[in-house]
């Protein structure tokens, strides 16, 4: 007895599923169920229901891929929907499917009183359209260029027509069968196939349809700018006008912006014949060399020649040689990214500092140099940061302490004054679940982001995590929120072939691409483009001034808090040398100063910034607004409101509820002593300061911005600066370290 419909189940689970960038650490075999869902009418949801080991049951309402699936077999049931009168029920009722770490694809095609006719056509390669006609009862007529399935179809006989088309690079190709009928019946589908082949005789002829050099992913047509002197890969695509066995070799010629040769190569011929049409699927279906970096300049220019010895007997010896014009080369600044390993206070599990070192921190990159179009790095790794939230981190975001750490890490490097990317990197007591999260660019540059710290899947993080800061939403694969609507695959795939230029392997058009959730993942033209496009001309910093340049460091406020479940938060504020940050556009939340008096010291509307992959509403803000000694001494007040009513912080604001600010109070000097590990104790009266950033006295550094009046934080250095905020005014102290 089925008590519950899939629909309903779908909604009951909807909130347990994990909607985040899930990655899984080294050694966690996890697959992927890809489903797709056809003919069913637009906005109608499907009913399916997939079960497998370890009581996995998940309700699914349309196309969407099931990620970190433990290893088995799942079995996918498709209930029948109704819409009006009409009845659509499922083909197959009910399918196994085996996952086992990779990616695992399971169809479902709806119908009501209507047949499916699921057409394959071969044999054109990959940059070619077929030439096929699908006519049928009630006048249906369809054109299609590619394999499909067309569903709904009213029952009857169909003729599915196929016409000759010439192949890029000019080789004619005849479909068989010309012509064929087919029986659709009322439910099920029925196949037909047209396969396309070359002529198989006549006199042979060699030509070059066309070259391309990818630095991750191209299009045949090169519509992807390289970056200047980053390593590429070259394929040049030659072609026959029929089948043959010639082995021929391809010379490479690489010219400089003078016209200079600065390379010639002879590429010997990848397999036993020459393809009769372009066909990017494979690597042996093409001539293919590694192309250095410095040769990768503005101005430079490939030709390439098919069998330029002539040791092949053809028919035109004179359209051997391709002589394209040069590819776009864009100078992409270097990524300047400073990794900081955070401690959570409350972790116990596996010691507290997220893992990343001068050792390894390249490694966090490693994906990233591959993928993004990017060919310098900068990498620094920052004192270890020390958060005081009681929350940890967890799989499902459920404290939202993932936001908290994050807010933390953008709050220090706007403290900091810094221009580079901040990663921070922490460590987890789980093995699947949210594995980062990151500030969505939106307005002004957001540069500020955080993952997990296992390898290798960590730079499988910082990779997408990055993409967030450069104004990447999600591709649409594996249930992410916040999708990226104008990306051009509904599955998420990159489209395109991609080659990994290091390992010199190829990556199916069918990827993943690594700003959606399913695996494996690679990058397409798309999402390559677009960050090439940021990164060349990024928006404005939120620290420029009205004419559009950058202020110097000076005396400013860090504001900063957030939005969570309705409630705003403001925390406490410092005063600080910095480079001014404010915001970039003006939205539905104020921030006001006033002094003892009323006077209002500054005044401003702000969007928040928006976090991705972390489940739960909760946004941030950081700014740090110029204000000057004399206005510093007269702040009072901090007024933050917004849709949900309004925050505020006065002068002492105390941590216990009900406690009053007495002004007579004084706080008993903060205790500094050496502990454990090398380690600096710090205690000091939170009544009075509720917050105390601490800062390494030669760096400036900050080492944790501390709440509660307990602290350690890694430091052997025999002093340490202490900036004590009162919720409002701050002051600096530097003070020794005394002995355990």
């Known amino acids: 007895m089925r008590l519950i419909s899939g629909k309903q189940l779908f909604a009951l689970v909807a909130t347990a599923i994990t909607l985040a960038c899930s990655e899984s650490p080294s050694g966690v075999s996890t697959g992927n169920l890809a489903i797709s869902v056809s003919g069913l009418p637009g906005g109608t949801s499907a009913d399916l229901v997939v079960t497998g080991p370890d009581g996995y049951n998940q309700g699914v309402a349309g196309a969407q891929v099931l990620t970190e699936l433990a290893p088995g077999t799942y079995t996918l049931t498709a209930y029948a929907v109704t819409v009006g009168s009409a009845v659509y029920t499922g083909s197959p009722e009910t399918q196994s499917v085996a996952v086992n770490g990779s990616t695992t694809s399971a169809t479902v095609l709806y119908s009501s009183g209507a047949g499916n006719l699921s057409i394959t056509i071969t044999g054109l390669g990959t940059s070619t359209d077929a030439d096929v006609t699908v006519t049928g009862p009630a006048s249906y007529n369809r054109s299609i260029t590619a394999s499909e399935t067309l569903t709904s179809l009213t029952p009857g006989t169909y003729t599915v027509s196929a016409q000759d088309v010439v192949a890029a690079g000019g080789t004619p190709h005849t479909p068989t069968p010309a012509s064929q009928d087919v029986t659709v019946a009322a439910t099920g589908t029925v196949g037909a196939a047209v396969s396309y082949a070359p002529p198989s005789s006549g006199s042979l002829n060699l030509s070059v349809a066309g070259l391309y050099v990818t630095q991750s ?366 915001p970039s556009r003006p939205g539905p939340y104020a921030i006001e100063a006033r002094s003892e008096e009323g006077t209002n010291l500054f005044s401003f509307s702000f969007t928040p910034s928006e976090i991705a992959d972390a489940p739960g509403a909760r946004k941030s803000f950081v700014f740090a607004v110029p204000i000057s000694a004399t206005q510093a001494t007269r702040l009072a007040t901090l007024q933050l409101t917004g849709p949900y009513g309004r925050a505020e912080r006065t002068r002492a604001q105390a941590l216990t509820p009900g406690a009053q600010f007495n002004a007579a109070a004084k706080a008993d000097p903060p205790q500094v002593r050496r502990t454990a590990g090398g380690k600096t104790g710090i205690r000091w009266d939170a009544r009075i300061h509720p917050m105390v950033m601490v800062r390494d006295t030669d760096t400036g550094e900050v080492l944790s911005f501390a709440r509660g009046g307990d602290v350690e934080v890694v430091n052997q250095k025999s002093e340490v600066d202490l900036v004590l905020s009162d919720g409002i005014r701050s002051s600096v102290s530097r003070i020794l370290v005394g002995p355990r």
């Open 217 to 582: 992913a191209q299009t045949f047509a090169n519509g992807v700018p390289l970056v200047k002197d980053r390593n590429g890969y070259l394929r040049v695509f030659g072609v026959a006008n029929r089948t043959n066995t010639a082995a021929a070799a391809v010379r490479v010629r690489v010219y400089n912006s003078s016209n200079l040769v600065v390379s010639e190569v002879l590429i010997p011929s990848p397999s036993l014949s020459v393809p009769t049409s372009v066909d990017e699927s494979a690597l042996s279906l093409s001539w293919n060399m590694p192309l250095s970096g410095t040769f990768i300049q503005p101005g430079f220019r490939i030709e390439a020649e098919i069998d330029p010895t002539s040791t092949v007997l053809e028919s035109d010896e004179t359209d051997n040689l391709l002589t394209p014009p040069g590819p776009v080369v864009q100078t992409v600044p270097a990524l300047d990214l400073t990794f900081v390993p955070v401690i959570q206070k409350q972790h116990a599990v596996r010691g507290d500092v997220g893992n990343v070192t001068s050792v390894n921190k390249d490694e966090f990159v490693a994906l990233t140099r591959k993928l993004h179009p990017v060919a310098a790095y900068n990498t620094a790794v920052h004192a270890p940061y020390t958060t005081t939230t009681n929350d940890t981190l967890q799989a499902d975001n459920g404290n939202s302490a993932w936001g908290t750490i994050l807010e933390e890490i953008d709050a220090l490097r706007v403290a900091e004054g810094s221009s580079r990317y901040y990663y921070g990197v922490a460590k987890v007591s789980y093995s699947s679940g949210v594995a980062g999260v990151a500030y969505v660019t939106e307005g002004a540059a957001e540069r500020s982001a955080l993952g997990w710290d296992y390898l290798p899947s960590g730079a499988a993080v910082a990779a997408h995590e990055l993409g967030h800061n450069w104004g990447r939403n999600h591709a649409p694969c594996g249930g992410p929120a916040k999708i990226d609507n104008t990306y051009p695959h509904a599955d998420g795939s990159i489209g395109v072939f991609g080659v990994d230029v290091a390992e010199q392997t190829l990556k199916p058009a069918s990827t993943s691409d690594i700003m959606g959730y399913c695996e494996p993942k690679w990058i397409g033209d798309y999402t390559y483009k677009a960050v090439m496009s940021y990164l060349i001309s990024p928006p404005p910093s939120a620290s420029v001034d009205a004419a559009g340049a950058n202020q110097g460091v000076q005396p400013c406020l860090l504001v900063w808090g957030h939005v969570r479940d309705g409630k705003m938060v403001l925390e406490p504020s410092f005063q600080v040398n910095t480079r001014p940050r404010l």
